[in-house]
């Protein structure tokens, strides 16, 4: 089809996987994202197979039965899947989240023990941050884990969870003062628990309950949820890492990918957003010709092409950045505030071209409408992003003297 969001420089390999993602999409998402999300029903088949396509490994190295693939393939993966329907991105990034967090910092018996069933996709990730009265702020967790022998109790109440019900692993954040004095810094103080449950909602082991899916306005089909932890008791080999107090660190590492991922999903929905308003402008006719012939919509689609090609071209960047080894969240905050503004300008504008059809459940731009503002928030607010923009522009040019 069309020549926006091309990636340059792709290999053999990275071309064949994403020819066979988008030919997934087509065929297996797009017909259906519709009428499920209006359901707000888990899209098992949907699942299935991109479990039989090996998606859930893609960045888990070969020698734990992944395909070894970079930051950039999985992007541009997520990207199209998200053109197809963003919850269905949402259920592979935070499950890779977690097995990004494993790879980078697990104990080796951590890895051997839950990256190859990741991998198949029968170990499904959830990880968790945030909580009622949180917000962006990390450094006011209250969830806490106390030791008692060979083991940690858990207790508090997190927030926000996607896959949280359907997830049979999650990497929870909690603080944990043992072994750090007080006065220490909060975010010196916090360890993420690798926490293994069955799947599903209530009590989903001893002292761990998943109430019930949040109803939301969209981003529906994929399960959010709420975690409460009541005299939780978890072994201490099920400390990320093995250590206490790097939780934090751990965390912030897994949210600067996922805020490529994040980027991804949104110049997925845009191009999605773009397909729809430039096919229905071509067929909608006002005053004797196509509204496509009208200079005013000529305008809106040169001004959405743009921006769907200016966010793609950021968030590429952002993932070569990580996939060379070196720092990148200025490039990943800059790509997650500009894709998921974009998208949602991009979105807007394609409602607009399709007039009253597009306040009808009937079409598909309905549902994008309300699932582009999700992108506003997820991984960090606009704001969140503009700061940490800021600061690490001030790192970078500091006067000297």
Known sequence: MARLAQTAGLTDVQQEILSTVRDFVDKEIIPVANELEHR???????????????????????????????????????????????????????????????????????????????????????????????????????????????????NGQKMWLTNGGSSNLVAVLVRSDEGHPEGTAPHKSMTTFLVEKE??????????????????MGYKGVDTTELIMDGLRIPANRVLGGTTGRGFYQMMD????????????????????????????????????????????????????????????????AARKKDSGERNDLEAGMAKYLA???????????????????????????????EAPMLLIGEGTAEIQKMIIGRRLLEEYRLQG
């Not at 977690?98 to 018996?109: F, I, N, R, S, W």
């Open 254 to 317: 897994g949210v600067e990918v996922g805020r490529v991922n994040v980027a991804a999903r949104g110049c997925g929905v845009a191009q999605r957003a773009f397909e729809l308003g430039v096919s229905y402008a071509q067929q909608r006719h006002t005053f004797g010709k196509a509204i496509a012939q009208h200079q005013a919509i000529q305008f809106k689609l040169a001004e959405m092409a743009t921006k769907v090609e200016a966010a793609h071209a950021m968030m590429v960047n």
């Open 340 to 370: 998921s503004e974009y998208c949602k300008e991009v979105v807007e504008d394609a409602f607009r071209i399709h007039g009253g059809y597009g306040f009808s459940k009937e079409y598909e731009i309905e549902r994008l409408y309300r």
């Open 40 to 154: 707000d029903e888990y899209p098992q088949a949907i699942v299935d197979g991109l479990k039989e396509l090996g998606l859930f490994g893609l960045m888990i190295p070969e020698e734990y039965g992944g395909l070894g693939e970079s930051l950039l393939t999985y992007a541009l993966c997520v990207e199209e899947i998200a053109r197809g329907w963003m919850s269905v991105s949402g259920i592979i990034n935070t499950h890779f989240i977690v097995a990004y967090m494993l790879k980078q910092h697990g104990t080796q018996e951590q890895k051997d023990y839950f990256l190859p069933r990741m991998a198949l996709g029968e170990t499904r990730g959830a990880f968790s941050m945030s909580e009622p009265a949180l917000g962006s702020d990390v450094s006011a967790i209250t969830s806490k884990a106390v030791k008692d022998g060979d083991e940690y109790v858990l």
């Open 199 to 216: 799947p599903g909602f209530g009590e989903v082991r001893p002292g761990l309950t998943i109430p019930g899916k949040i109803d939301k």
